[in-house]
């Protein structure tokens, strides 16, 4: 029988005795969101402090120099260096995959997770060029693949007919989320995040639509590479998850349970339970971008951690970034997926605090408390 984490063992009920109920995880996740604090203004500062004495012109990497001091704000030093980095990939199949939205046939995640598990996938290649590891975990597909501990259901329900998941699934699974960062992703300071799911970018469009409350049409794309008519017939599949909630309230937990998925979920989890940590949090493509926004809709601090590696070809992807306050760092129209992205970007980061640690030169004026 698979192991199960502390986060899906204590919600293995749903009220009953003996086990907590959906208003217990809910507060739990108010607890973790309790302990994220907001970006250290001071670190920042000495950060801008300590590039006017190094021998480039202050500006002159543009955008990666406003990123070294982001960074510090979250780390809370000012000269950090590279930092150590995972690459964390979350596995989930999706109910409406069933109806033919991807080039892909429903059940094929998990084919896709052995790959990353044996080593043999394009993130691997990548992530081993940075150097980072890669972890994985099942958090809802059809089949047992690699790491169960944190599985809360074998898949989700049809969004155009059903909820995804029940609310206490939804939270159980955020939850299920913090505890495999603790456990899997704690040692390293800056963490790739990605996800493996058929079926994904209509779920994340619909999510989309709603937090952003635009309609969807500017928001499905092809997706997996799918033909013109299959992103229509998506469209129409995501309006009709919309009508379908259109009296659930705008509550990020709930929208998650009634349009998300497992891996979504679960990496909700993962940025709030990184950022609690100080961790710098790197997000790949859409998927990755719907997790983040509701991370920071639960949890606002999050905010400040959040780092968009690239944007993609998804339309959704561009508007979320915009909601999030992020500039991408890459522009490659890539919809790889299983956080490729996110690890190229690693290791520009990491090039990045290479140059921005090094020693200023001896005649450099010494640093000075921001006034």
């Known amino acids: 029988m698979p192991e199960t984490s502390d986060a899906v063992r204590s919600g293995s009920g749903s009220g009953a005795a003996g086990g907590p109920g959906p208003l217990d995880h809910r507060a739990r996740i108010e607890q973790l969101c309790a ?22 012109p202050a500006g002159s990497l543009g955008r990666l120099d406003e990123l070294t001091h982001q960074i510090a704000a979250v780390r ?38 052995r790959l990353v598990n044996a080593g ?35 898949g989700t329900a049809d969004i155009g007919v059903a909820d995804a998941m029940s609310p206490d699934e939804a939270h159980r699974a955020v939850l299920a989320g913090a505890t495999y960062c603790e456990r899997r992703l704690a040692d390293a300071a800056m963490i790739g995040v990605g996800e493996i799911g058929v079926g994904n ?31 229509r017939y998506k469209r129409e599949l995501v309006d009709q998850a919309l009508f379908r909630v259109r ?17 979504i979920a679960g990496n909700v ?35 400040g951690s959040i780092v968009a590696a690239h944007l993609s070809t998804e339309p959704a992807h561009a508007p979320l970034l915009a909601a999030l306050g992020q500039k991408p760092l890459l522009g490659l129209d890539m919809r790889l997926g299983m956080a490729s992205g996110a690890a190229f970007a690693l290791g ?24």
């Open 35 to 56: 302990r994220v604090p907001a970006p250290d203004p001071y670190s920042r500062r000495l950060s801008e402090v300590r590039q006017r004495t190094q021998a480039r």
């Open 76 to 113: 809370r030093t000012h000269a950090s260096g590279p930092l150590p980095a995972v690459v964390s990939v979350l596995a989930a199949d999706h109910g409406v995959a069933a109806r033919g939205v991807s080039a892909h046939p429903h059940g094929l995640t998990g084919r896709v997770l």
């Open 120 to 154: 043999q996938a394009p993130v691997n290649r990548i992530a081993a060029r940075i150097p980072a590891r890669v972890e994985t975990a099942d958090f809802g597909l059809l089949d047992a693949v690699g790491d169960q501990r944190y599985k809360v259901a074998a």
């Open 201 to 231: 970018t209509t779920v994340a469009a619909a999510l989309a639509a709603r937090l952003l409350g635009v309609p969807s049409a500017g928001l499905v794309g092809a997706g997996s590479g799918v033909d013109e008519p299959t992103v």
């Open 247 to 263: 009296g659930v309230p705008d509550d990020p937990l709930r929208l998650l349970a009634a349009l998300g998925g497992l891996e």
């Open 269 to 303: 989890g993962v940025v709030i339970a990184a950022a609690s940590r100080h961790q710098v949090v790197v997000i790949d493509g859409t998927i990755t971008a719907v997790a983040a926004l509701l991370a920071v809709r639960i949890c606002p601090t999050a905010a």
């Open 348 to 371: 520009l980061i990491n090039s990045m605090l290479a140059v921005a640690g090094l020693t200023p030169p001896a005649k450099a004026v010494g640093l000075a408390e921001p006034s």
